[in-house]
């Protein structure tokens, strides 16, 4: 992959406009949460911020919709512990070696995202196969109850992964000029 590409390659994953993912990375990057540089090495941390920044509205927000994302504890017995950047980075890694991340299968399913609530929920299945939610955020609600700005199948996390992470050994630093 040519290293210039980065924000073509993640539109076409992610199925959004390279203008946005453009506009995204250099907010994501004025606010501190993503490095600068020619050429950055990529980590997981760095793929789930980037997908918190695609469920802003608008490029104003990113800053402050990463900060009160990333920190969301968990509200549902099931799931990987620790806060939602720790758990979606572990996902993220984990996903293209294993589909199951601690007592969950995450083979299929998706993530939630509400933005403007700071909500996040990921439908995904226990190991019996029973459909599942791992729900992030502040104040305990039904998991069924998080409204949705934007959806990522497990798959696109897995496709993520795989393109940017999973070639640590030969290209591991991606240009992300944006």
Known sequence: MNPGNFPAVMGAITRRPCSIIKQRLRAA????????????????????????????EHSTE?????????????????????DLETALSSLIDRLPQTPVIGDLDVA?????????????????????GRPTVVRFGRE?????AVATNVVFPIA???????????????????????
């Open 62 to 82: 990113v800053g402050l919709t990463i900060n009160r994302l990333r920190t969301l504890p968990r509200q549902t017995p099931d799931g990987p512990p620790g």
């Open 156 to 178: 696109t996390l897995r496709e993520l992964s795989r393109t940017f992470l999973n070639e640590k050994a030969s290209h591991s630093a991606y240009s992300a000029a944006a």
């Open 29 to 56: 990057r004025e606010a501190g949460h993503f490095p600068t540089g020619k050429e950055v090495t990529l980590q997981p941390r760095h793929i789930a911020r980037l997908l918190f920044a695609l469920a802003c």
């Open 140 to 144: 305990p609600v039904a998991p069924s």
């Open 108 to 128: 299929t399913g998706h993530i939630a995202i509400d933005a403007e609530h700071g909500e996040v929920a990921w439908h995904v299945h226990d190991l019996y």
